[in-house]
């Protein structure tokens, strides 16, 4: 559906700034302090700045803030992830399931010079939000063995957001590709969201490896206005150990 074109570096305006010396590679110590922020002072900051909500993929779906990028922290590739769907020079503020891990979120978007951006955390995270009473919003999770029976059902249709090399090696049958770091531009390469051929209503069903990066892909898809997405629990991991058939990149099946 798309050329494989090259993704570029994380946040890399950025890091051509901090080469250039025209910023300072952080951290200057190895704990920097993000500042904590109110319900009520992070709602007046949302028109402007982004909120990375770095708590894991079900507990996301749970309950989140609105137009929240979902991106976890547990994910080795935290702070590249961050730089790859985050637009350049976005003020940011971090949501994490407690407000000890949102100095390590902070520590670890440093390295690429992330953390200049960050203007703090939200304190008491998703409890302190809920409990001032502001908007959340959910995202649905399907088992691989629902999405299996959906697929003849009800007309679900699956987009998979893995590198091509991992769809070349296995994917749902009918599934389309695009991946995550697509849906967001990067650099003079504009976002493809628009180039997928679904419906805002459709009832999609997002999947990546294990259901780390189908999350994120699915707060870009919430963002652009899709209502009907459901991140697919375990991902093709759960999906190949479920014995359920997938085509290769030729279109053959490959794990019968």
């Avoid at 909500?53 to 976890?72: K, L, M, S, W």
């Avoid at 960050?118 to 304190?123: E, F, I, M, S």
């Avoid at 994917?171 to 976002?191: F, K, N, S």
Wanted: hydrophobic share 40%; glycine share 8%.
């Amino acid at each position: 559906m798309q050329d494989d074109q090259p993704v570029k570096p994380a946040n890399i305006l950025n890091i051509v700034a901090i080469n250039q010396g025209k910023r300072p590679l952080t951290p200057s110590s190895p704990h920097p302090t993000p500042q904590p922020l109110t319900p009520d002072q992070v709602e007046k900051l949302m028109a402007t700045h982004a909120i990375v909500d770095a708590r894991e993929t079900a507990v996301f779906g749970a309950g989140h803030i609105p137009e929240a990028y979902n991106v976890q922290l547990s994910s080795s590739e935290f702070e590249q992830r961050v730089g790859w769907v985050v637009p350049d020079n976005t003020p940011l503020i971090l949501l994490t399931a407690a407000d000890d891990e949102a100095h390590h979120a902070l520590y670890q978007m440093a390295f690429i010079g992330l953390d200049q951006f960050v203007a703090g955390y939200l304190a008491g995270g998703m409890e302190a939000w809920l409990a001032a009473g502001k908007p959340i919003a959910t995202v649905p999770q399907i088992a691989v063995h629902t999405l299996y029976e959906e697929l003849s059902a009800n007309g679900m249709r699956v987009l998979d957001v893995r590198e091509k090399e991992e769809w070349d090696d296995g994917h749902v049958a009918g599934a389309c590709w695009m991946r995550y770091t697509d849906l967001a531009p990067q650099l003079e390469i504009p976002a493809r969201i628009d180039q997928l051929p679904f419906a805002l209503d459709d009832p999609i069903a997002v999947t990546c490896a294990t259901g780390k990066r189908s999350s994120t892909a699915i707060s870009l898809l919430l963002r652009h206005g899709y209502a009907n997405i459901h991140n697919v629990t375990g991902g093709m991991e759960a999906w190949e150990q479920a014995g359920f058939p997938m085509l290769d990149g030729k279109g053959q099946i490959c794990n019968v």
